[in-house]
């Protein structure tokens, strides 16, 4: 796990990252600058329990490429997941949180993600865990008015021009964030291989 001194801001960036790419980059980019991260550790899981693995790369490879792409320096990419021996958030959220009692973490995804949410393991122990921050993708745009998520949890929305205090609110609080979206995919990706 990197290390984040006390009363930091560090966002949390998940995901399997088969293969990692530009629009990843460029979600990180406007978390880190809308957010007012003081870091952000992108985790590049072992696999995702809702995909399958067959056409999953190895972790090693993953974390390399993810490595590639990053330029600031505020980014830390890690693989600590896989030594905690799981691949649920729920269980890697509660985990960054007992060991970093002092240090003031935001989940960050992006809105493709929003559509499947309340599918994860304890998809609202996540919500109440840390603040949560969407960040646009083309074709989510408006998955934040539609999806089981942002209908449950739609009392601890908040507007996105306070983005950059999202910190401060006790979770359950969330954000959309709207900005420069990438058409790319992994998955897309994946097929043109």
């Known amino acids: 796990m ?23 980059a460029l979600v990180a980019e406007i978390a880190l600058r809308r957010l007012g991260l003081d870091q952000l550790w992108w985790i590049v899981t072992p696999g995702n329990p809702l995909k399958s693995r067959a056409a999953l790369a190895p972790l090693g490879e993953r974390l390399a490429l993810s490595e590639g792409l990053v330029k600031d320096p505020r980014i830390k990419v890690t693989a600590f997941e896989k030594n905690l021996g799981t691949s649920y958030t729920a269980s890697t ?29 304890h998809w609202q122990r996540i919500a109440n865990t840390f603040p949560i921050a969407v960040i646009d993708r083309p074709g989510s745009t408006l998955s934040y008015l ?16 306070d983005a950059g205090v999202l910190w401060k609110k006790p979770a359950p609080a969330w954000t959309f964030i709207h900005g420069p979206r990438s058409t790319l995919s992994s998955t897309a990706l994946r097929q043109q291989r």
């Open 2 to 24: 990197p290390h984040a001194e006390r009363g930091m801001v560090v966002g949390l960036f998940g995901g399997s990252f088969n293969p990692p790419h530009q629009g990843h």
């Open 93 to 121: 959220l509660a985990t960054v949180k007992a060991r970093n009692p002092h240090v003031r973490f935001i989940w960050v995804m992006g809105a493709d993600n929003l559509k499947s949410f309340h599918q994860w393991q």
């Open 146 to 161: 539609s999806s089981k998520m942002a209908r449950t949890f739609d009392f601890a929305r908040i507007d996105e021009e």
